[in-house]
Protein backbone atom coordinates (compact mmCIF):
# COMPACT_ATOMS: atom_id res chain seq x y z
CA UNK A 1 0.00 0.00 0.00
CA UNK A 2 0.88 3.57 -0.08
CA UNK A 3 1.48 3.80 3.68
CA UNK A 4 0.33 6.39 5.91
CA UNK A 5 -2.42 9.24 4.40
CA UNK A 6 -1.58 12.50 3.53
CA UNK A 7 -4.08 15.33 2.50
CA UNK A 8 -3.62 16.26 -0.87
CA UNK A 9 -6.76 18.60 -1.12
CA UNK A 10 -7.39 21.57 0.68
CA UNK A 11 -10.56 19.82 2.45
CA UNK A 12 -8.75 16.38 2.86
CA UNK A 13 -8.35 15.78 7.22
CA UNK A 14 -4.90 15.18 8.76
CA UNK A 15 -3.82 11.99 9.62
CA UNK A 16 -5.07 11.41 13.09
CA UNK A 17 -1.55 9.96 14.13
CA UNK A 18 -3.02 9.47 17.92
CA UNK A 19 -5.50 7.35 16.44
CA UNK A 20 -2.86 5.54 14.26
CA UNK A 21 -0.86 4.80 17.34
CA UNK A 22 -4.39 3.49 19.22
CA UNK A 23 -4.94 1.04 16.66
CA UNK A 24 -1.53 0.03 15.86
CA UNK A 25 -0.98 -0.34 19.80
CA UNK A 26 -4.60 -2.83 20.16
CA UNK A 27 -3.51 -4.97 16.84
CA UNK A 28 -0.05 -5.55 18.66
CA UNK A 29 -1.87 -6.79 21.53
CA UNK A 30 -3.24 -9.51 19.79
CA UNK A 31 -0.62 -10.80 17.68
CA UNK A 32 2.14 -14.06 18.80
CA UNK A 33 4.64 -12.81 20.67
CA UNK A 34 8.17 -12.48 18.46
CA UNK A 35 5.86 -10.96 15.62
CA UNK A 36 7.34 -8.20 13.00
CA UNK A 37 5.85 -5.41 12.71
CA UNK A 38 6.87 -3.04 9.86
CA UNK A 39 5.47 0.19 9.20
CA UNK A 40 5.61 2.40 6.25
CA UNK A 41 5.95 6.00 7.06
CA UNK A 42 7.34 7.49 3.44
CA UNK A 43 5.19 9.32 1.86
CA UNK A 44 3.35 10.84 5.28
CA UNK A 45 6.90 11.93 5.88
CA UNK A 46 8.49 13.47 2.72
CA UNK A 47 5.28 14.11 0.03
CA UNK A 48 4.41 17.36 1.61
CA UNK A 49 8.14 18.92 1.64
CA UNK A 50 8.23 18.13 -2.78
CA UNK A 51 6.94 20.75 -5.32
CA UNK A 52 7.56 19.99 -9.36
CA UNK A 53 7.65 23.35 -10.83
CA UNK A 54 6.83 23.12 -14.44
CA UNK A 55 6.78 26.03 -17.68
CA UNK A 56 3.74 26.96 -19.41
CA UNK A 57 4.89 26.73 -23.57
CA UNK A 58 1.56 26.65 -24.66
CA UNK A 59 -1.84 28.17 -24.17
CA UNK A 60 -5.08 27.06 -26.58
CA UNK A 61 -8.07 28.28 -25.20
CA UNK A 62 -11.37 26.60 -26.13
CA UNK A 63 -15.16 27.13 -25.44
CA UNK A 64 -15.08 25.06 -22.06
CA UNK A 65 -11.93 25.56 -20.93
CA UNK A 66 -8.32 26.12 -21.31
CA UNK A 67 -5.73 23.55 -22.42
CA UNK A 68 -1.95 24.42 -21.36
CA UNK A 69 0.56 22.74 -22.56
CA UNK A 70 3.78 22.48 -19.73
CA UNK A 71 7.06 21.42 -20.20
CA UNK A 72 6.97 18.44 -16.93
CA UNK A 73 3.85 15.42 -17.68
CA UNK A 74 3.97 11.58 -16.57
CA UNK A 75 7.69 11.22 -16.76
CA UNK A 76 8.38 13.75 -14.26
CA UNK A 77 4.83 13.09 -11.74
CA UNK A 78 3.35 9.71 -12.67
CA UNK A 79 0.27 9.79 -10.45
CA UNK A 80 -2.32 11.89 -11.88
CA UNK A 81 -1.74 9.81 -14.80
CA UNK A 82 -1.79 6.37 -13.09
CA UNK A 83 -4.17 7.12 -10.70
CA UNK A 84 -5.85 9.99 -11.82
CA UNK A 85 -4.75 11.42 -8.39
CA UNK A 86 -5.22 15.11 -7.15
CA UNK A 87 -2.66 17.41 -6.80
CA UNK A 88 -2.95 21.14 -5.76
CA UNK A 89 -1.40 23.29 -8.80
CA UNK A 90 -0.71 26.65 -8.15
CA UNK A 91 0.33 29.29 -10.96
CA UNK A 92 3.16 31.21 -9.89
CA UNK A 93 3.44 33.31 -13.35
CA UNK A 94 6.12 34.64 -14.32
CA UNK A 95 5.11 35.75 -18.00
CA UNK A 96 6.57 38.93 -18.95
CA UNK A 97 3.17 40.98 -20.03
CA UNK A 98 0.52 38.59 -18.44
CA UNK A 99 0.98 40.31 -14.94
CA UNK A 100 0.50 38.93 -11.06
CA UNK A 101 -1.60 35.87 -10.86
CA UNK A 102 -3.64 37.07 -8.29
CA UNK A 103 -4.67 40.20 -10.81
CA UNK A 104 -5.85 37.33 -13.24
CA UNK A 105 -9.28 36.12 -13.92
CA UNK A 106 -9.57 32.06 -12.53
CA UNK A 107 -10.43 29.77 -15.75
CA UNK A 108 -10.86 26.12 -15.46
CA UNK A 109 -7.32 24.89 -16.97
CA UNK A 110 -6.50 21.23 -17.86
CA UNK A 111 -2.34 21.06 -18.08
CA UNK A 112 -1.13 18.46 -20.42
CA UNK A 113 2.06 17.70 -20.73
CA UNK A 114 4.73 17.01 -23.40
CA UNK A 115 4.24 13.52 -23.74
CA UNK A 116 2.18 11.56 -26.93
CA UNK A 117 -0.48 9.89 -24.73
CA UNK A 118 -3.88 11.18 -24.34
CA UNK A 119 -3.47 10.38 -20.35
CA UNK A 120 -0.69 12.86 -20.12
CA UNK A 121 -2.21 15.42 -17.92
CA UNK A 122 -1.38 16.93 -14.47
CA UNK A 123 -5.15 18.10 -13.97
CA UNK A 124 -8.50 18.70 -15.81
CA UNK A 125 -10.61 21.32 -15.59
CA UNK A 126 -8.85 23.05 -12.68
CA UNK A 127 -9.65 26.78 -11.68
CA UNK A 128 -6.54 28.75 -11.88
CA UNK A 129 -5.46 32.07 -12.37
CA UNK A 130 -5.40 32.68 -16.38
CA UNK A 131 -2.03 31.31 -17.12
CA UNK A 132 0.08 32.42 -19.89
CA UNK A 133 3.03 31.49 -21.86
CA UNK A 134 6.07 31.15 -19.58
CA UNK A 135 4.67 31.24 -16.33
CA UNK A 136 5.75 28.71 -13.67
CA UNK A 137 2.92 26.31 -12.23
CA UNK A 138 3.63 24.83 -8.76
CA UNK A 139 2.74 20.62 -8.57
CA UNK A 140 2.21 20.39 -4.60
CA UNK A 141 2.38 17.55 -2.62
CA UNK A 142 5.10 16.26 -5.20
CA UNK A 143 7.39 14.89 -2.61
CA UNK A 144 6.76 11.33 -2.65
CA UNK A 145 6.28 9.08 -5.60
CA UNK A 146 7.82 11.34 -7.93
CA UNK A 147 10.86 11.00 -8.74
CA UNK A 148 10.60 7.81 -7.43
CA UNK A 149 8.23 6.64 -10.21
CA UNK A 150 9.73 9.19 -12.85
CA UNK A 151 10.99 7.37 -16.22
CA UNK A 152 12.75 8.39 -19.52
CA UNK A 153 10.10 6.99 -22.08
CA UNK A 154 9.77 9.11 -25.32
CA UNK A 155 13.29 9.92 -24.14
CA UNK A 156 12.69 12.20 -21.82
CA UNK A 157 15.72 13.01 -19.28
CA UNK A 158 14.46 13.38 -15.87
CA UNK A 159 14.28 16.56 -13.84
CA UNK A 160 17.07 18.01 -11.12
CA UNK A 161 16.36 18.19 -7.66
CA UNK A 162 17.03 20.93 -5.15
CA UNK A 163 17.08 20.77 -1.88
CA UNK A 164 15.97 24.12 0.10
CA UNK A 165 16.71 24.73 3.99
CA UNK A 166 16.97 27.79 5.97
CA UNK A 167 16.75 29.90 2.51
CA UNK A 168 19.66 27.88 0.76
CA UNK A 169 18.99 25.99 -2.45
CA UNK A 170 21.54 23.18 -3.26
CA UNK A 171 21.19 20.65 -6.33
CA UNK A 172 21.06 17.76 -4.95
CA UNK A 173 20.16 16.04 -8.08
CA UNK A 174 21.37 17.43 -11.96
CA UNK A 175 18.85 17.55 -14.50
CA UNK A 176 19.28 14.74 -17.01
CA UNK A 177 21.22 14.85 -20.21
CA UNK A 178 20.42 13.48 -23.50
CA UNK A 179 24.07 11.56 -23.27
CA UNK A 180 22.74 10.03 -19.71
CA UNK A 181 19.89 8.01 -21.60
CA UNK A 182 21.83 5.87 -23.65
CA UNK A 183 25.10 5.75 -21.12
CA UNK A 184 24.20 1.97 -20.17
CA UNK A 185 23.46 1.23 -23.66
CA UNK A 186 26.56 -1.24 -25.61
CA UNK A 187 27.54 -2.09 -29.34
CA UNK A 188 25.52 -5.08 -30.14
CA UNK A 189 27.63 -6.65 -32.96
CA UNK A 190 29.79 -9.24 -32.22
CA UNK A 191 28.82 -9.29 -28.69
CA UNK A 192 29.76 -12.29 -26.48
CA UNK A 193 27.02 -13.80 -24.36
CA UNK A 194 28.25 -14.14 -21.08
CA UNK A 195 26.85 -17.36 -20.04
CA UNK A 196 27.13 -19.54 -23.41
CA UNK A 197 29.54 -17.27 -25.14
CA UNK A 198 27.98 -17.03 -28.27
CA UNK A 199 27.79 -14.32 -29.81
CA UNK A 200 24.54 -12.14 -30.86
CA UNK A 201 25.30 -12.08 -34.73
CA UNK A 202 26.11 -15.77 -34.38
CA UNK A 203 22.45 -16.69 -33.00
CA UNK A 204 20.81 -14.53 -35.53
CA UNK A 205 20.37 -11.63 -33.40
CA UNK A 206 19.87 -8.22 -34.97
CA UNK A 207 23.00 -5.70 -34.76
CA UNK A 208 22.69 -2.08 -34.84
Known amino acids: GGGFGVPYREDDPPLDLPAVAAATRDAI????????LAIEPGRYVVADAGVLLTRVNTVK???????????????????????????????????NDAGAPETRSATPVTVAGPICET?????????????????????????????EMASQYNSRPRP??????????????????????????????GRT???GGESNTERGGASR
Not at 29 to 36: A, N
Not at 64 to 83: F, H, I, K, N, S
Open 61 to 95: PTPDETVVGVDAGMTDLLRPAMYDAYHPIRNLGGA
Open 119 to 147: GDTLCNERLLARPARGDLLAVGVAGAYGY
Open 160 to 189: AEVALADGDATLVRRRERLADLTTVEREAT
Open 29 to 36: GTLPTGTD
Open 193 to 195: DAV
